[in-house]
């Protein structure tokens, strides 16, 4: 039988509490569940842990810039959408009334800002109410 040695360590009351509940679990004593927990941070298993965690933190990340990328196409489409539209159905004014439809379009565009501003505390986004394929989803139908 191999020669042990005692250590003594201080640990936090809830890690007490934890290993004791482990130990009772397990009906072992609380100085084998410990060996066996610095056992395992010693050895190369922790590492093969660490491999595991970076490389599901990594998916994670993946997952998140694809979706910003789809998001930001969404963002990109729809923009060029509304400038082909507004191109399209806006004729030039005459300089005479440049003035009042400035200002019509500056109240106009206040009233925007402030439907956008709802629109973002509500946390609704465009991109969450159409689908992958390009149609709208049925809860945005609902609301037309």
């Known amino acids: 039988m191999p020669v042990k040695e005692r250590i003594s360590v201080y640990v936090d009351a809830a890690l007490m509490d934890r290993l004791e509940a482990l130990a009772r679990k397990q009906r072992q004593p609380k100085s084998t569940v410990a060996e066996a927990a610095i056992l395992s941070f010693l ?3 922790d590492a093969d842990r660490w491999e595991a ?3 599901r933190r990594l998916d994670r990340l993946v997952r998140q810039v694809e979706r910003l ?3 930001q196409t969404f963002a990109v489409e729809t923009l060029a959408l509304f400038i082909r539209a507004w191109l399209t159905a806006t004729p030039v004014l005459p300089d005479a009334q440049q003035t009042a439809a400035q200002a019509k379009g500056r109240e106009r565009y206040e009233s925007f800002l ?3 501003g709802r629109r973002m505390a509500r946390g609704t986004r465009l991109s969450d109410e159409v689908t992958a394929d390009g ?3 049925a809860a945005s139908d609902s609301n037309r």
Do not use: C, K, V, W
């Open 43 to 45: 050895t190369n298993d």
């Open 53 to 55: 965690a970076i490389g």
């Open 69 to 71: 990328e789809r998001d």
């Open 114 to 116: 402030e439907a956008l």
């Open 135 to 137: 149609t709208t989803s």
